[in-house]
C-alpha cells in the first residue's frame, strides 16, 4: 500500500510568488495535517483537517491557507512568499482525528522542499 | 499550552554503547507522546508512542521509553547502538481534554542527532 505522497518533491520560488503543495493520505485516512520544518529545528503545526473541516491552526500568518478535498487530499497554499518560507514541508495522515490510540497511528510523507530566493 | 524539551542536541555513541535520548515535556492534562525518528532528507517515522496502557513502552528497531508523570519526561532508550541508527531523533507531545480526546496536533521538541561511532 502506498504511504503518505507529496508534490512536488523539491521546488525553487521566488520571493512574492504562490506555492501549492499538495498531499494524498494513505488510503482510508481522513485526516490531513501540515507541518513546516525549518532546517534545524522540529516540526511546528500549521493546520489539521478531518472530514473536510479544519479541526486546528497553528501560529501561521494568514498567508497560509489549506483545504481538503472530497477525495481527503490536502493542497497547502502560501502567498506572497517570504526568504523564511524556506523549508521542508511535511504532510501526515491518520484515520481519525482526536485519536492515538494502536489503530490510529501519525504517518508522514516525505515531504515537499521549498526554496525561496 | 503543551511543550515539549529535548536535552541535548547532539549524542554521540559508540557501536554496541547503550543510547539515552532525553526527553520532557509540559502539559496540563496526561498527554499522549510520541518519538519520531528522521533519516537524511526523509520524512518522520513512527518509533513508538505513549496512549497511556502502560508506562514502558516498546517500539521498533529495539527502542522502548518510559512514560514517568512525576518527572514529566519520555526518555528514549536502546540497549545496543547500530550504525543504522545514526538519525535525527524527535520527542513530541500531543494534548489531550479531560475526555482523552485528543486535540490532534503534535507539538516537537527540537530534535536529537544520533551519531553512532564505529
Known amino acids: 500500500d502506498a504511504g503518505v505522497t507529496q508534490s512536488p518533491t523539491h521546488l525553487i520560488k521566488t520571493r512574492g510568488q504562490h506555492v501549492t503543495l499538495r498531499c494524498s493520505p494513505i488510503s482510508g485516512h481522513k485526516s490531513v495535517s501540515w507541518y513546516q520544518q525549518v532546517l534545524g529545528q522540529g516540526p511546528q503545526f500549521i493546520f489539521q483537517?478531518?472530514?473536510?473541516?479544519?479541526?486546528g491552526r497553528g501560529n501561521f500568518p494568514d498567508r497560509f491557507s489549506a483545504r481538503q478535498f472530497p477525495n481527503y487530499s490536502s493542497e497547502l497554499n502560501v502567498n506572497a512568499l517570504l526568504l523564511g518560507d524556506s523549508a521542508l514541508y511535511l504532510c501526515a495522515s491518520s484515520l481519525v482525528w482526536g485519536q492515538h490510540n494502536s489503530g490510529n497511528t501519525i504517518y508522514f510523507g516525505e515531504g515537499s522542499w521549498l526554496t525561496v530566493v | 499550552a503543551q511543550s515539549v524539551t529535548q536535552l541535548g542536541s547532539h549524542v554521540s555513541v559508540s557501536e554496541g554503547a547503550l543510547v539515552l535520548l532525553r526527553c520532557n515535556y509540559s502539559?496540563?492534562?496526561?498527554?499522549?507522546l510520541f518519538w519520531y525518528v528522521q533519516y537524511p532528507n526523509q520524512g518522520l517515522q513512527l518509533l513508538l508512542k505513549?496512549?497511556?496502557?502502560?508506562?514502558l513502552v516498546k517500539g521498533i528497531n529495539g527502542f522502548e521509553a518510559e512514560f514517568k508523570k512525576s518527572e514529566t519526561s519520555f526518555h528514549l532508550t536502546k540497549p545496543s547502538a547500530h550504525m543504522s541508527d545514526a538519525a535525527e531523533y524527535f520527542c513530541a507531545v500531543s494534548e489531550a481534554n479531560a475526555g482523552g480526546t485528543s486535540y490532534g496536533k503534535l507539538t516537537f521538541g527540537q530534535g536529537t542527532i544520533l551519531t553512532v561511532h564505529p
Open positions: 483537517y478531518y472530514e473536510k473541516e479544519e479541526r
Open positions: 502539559s496540563s492534562v496526561p498527554p499522549y
Open positions: 505513549y496512549t497511556s496502557a502502560a508506562t
